[in-house]
T-cell receptor, first 114, second 115 residues
Framework: AQSVTQLGSHVSVSEGALVLLRCNYS??????LFWYVQYPNQGLQLLLK??????LVKGINGFEAEFKKSETSFHLTKPSAHMSDAAEYFC????????????FGEGTQLTVNP | EPEVTQTPSHQVTQMGQEVILRCVPI?????FYWYRQILGQKVEFLVS????????KSEIFDDQFSVERPDGSNFTLKIRSTKLEDSAMYFC?????????????FGNGTRLTVT
C-alpha cells in the first residue's frame, strides 16, 4: 500500500519568494509520483511527474520537484512565486502496476502575498 | 488541448434518489476513473475502468455505485440511492495507458449535494 503526507495544509509566501511545498511518500514498491494543482472551481491539472527516470523533474509554470529516495520525499519548488500560483497543490503516489490507483495527499493551499 | 468534460457542474438531489454523473473522456484514452473529494478532505479513488470492465475499485465503491460506458464517448457514475455522506465533488479522469505510464487528465468535477 502507498500513502502520501503533505506537511503544511497552508503555505503563504510573498510574490517573488521561493515556494517550497513538502511531500513525503510511503510505498512498498518503487512508485510513480505526481504533483497536481487545483485552481478555484477547476479540476486537477498535472504539474509534473516522476517515473524513475531523472530524479529532478521539471514541470509547467516554472515548478520542479526532486525525488529523494533516501528521504522518501518529493518536494515541489519554484524559485520565484507569482500571484497566479495561488492554488491548492496535491502530491500523489501510484504503484508501478497497470491501472493502479492514485493516492493523494491532503493538499497544501498556497497563498501568494503582494 | 483535448479535455475531459463533466456534466452537470452541480447536482442537487434528495436523499434516497438515484443520480447519474456524466463524463466524456479524452477520445483516444483507454483508462477511465472516478475520484471524489468530500469538502475539506483529500481526493479519494473510487474506481478505474478499462476494456469495458472495472479494473480496480476502492472500499468506498460499494453496491450503491456503478459505472458504465454506454457508448463510445460517455463514461457514467451512478449512485443508486444517495446518502447525505455522498455529498462531494466527483472528478472523472482518463489516461492513455495505465500504471502511471501516462498521466491522468481530470475534468472540472461535478459537485453533488444530497439534502
Amino acid at each position: 500500500a502507498q500513502s502520501v503526507t503533505q506537511l503544511g495544509s497552508h503555505v503563504s509566501v510573498s510574490e517573488g519568494a521561493l515556494v517550497l511545498l513538502r511531500c513525503n511518500y510511503s510505498s512498498s514498491v518503487p512508485p510513480y509520483l505526481f504533483w497536481y494543482v487545483q485552481y478555484p472551481n477547476q479540476g486537477l491539472q498535472l504539474l509534473l511527474k516522476y517515473t524513475s527516470a531523472a530524479t529532478l523533474v521539471k514541470g509547467i509554470n516554472g515548478f520542479e520537484a526532486e525525488f529523494k529516495k533516501s528521504e522518501t520525499s518529493f518536494h515541489l519548488t519554484k524559485p520565484s512565486a507569482h500571484m497566479s500560483d495561488a492554488a491548492e497543490y496535491f502530491c500523489a503516489v501510484q504503484a508501478q502496476t497497470s491501472g493502479s490507483r492514485l493516492t493523494f495527499g491532503e493538499g497544501t493551499q498556497l497563498t501568494v502575498n503582494p | 488541448e483535448p479535455e475531459v468534460t463533466q456534466t452537470p457542474s452541480h447536482q442537487v438531489t434528495q436523499m434516497g434518489q438515484e443520480v447519474i454523473l456524466r463524463c466524456v473522456p479524452i477520445s483516444n484514452h483507454l483508462y477511465f476513473y472516478w475520484y471524489r473529494q468530500i469538502l475539506g478532505q483529500k481526493v479519494e479513488f473510487l474506481v478505474s475502468f478499462y476494456n469495458n470492465e472495472i479494473s480496480e475499485k476502492s472500499e468506498i465503491f460499494d453496491d450503491q455505485f456503478s459505472v458504465e460506458r454506454p457508448d463510445g464517448s460517455n463514461f457514467t457514475l451512478k449512485i443508486r440511492s444517495t446518502k447525505l455522506e455522498d455529498s462531494a465533488m466527483y472528478f472523472c479522469a482518463s489516461s492513455e495507458a495505465g500504471g502511471g505510464r501516462s498521466p491522468l487528465h481530470f475534468g472540472n468535477g461535478t459537485r453533488l449535494t444530497v439534502t
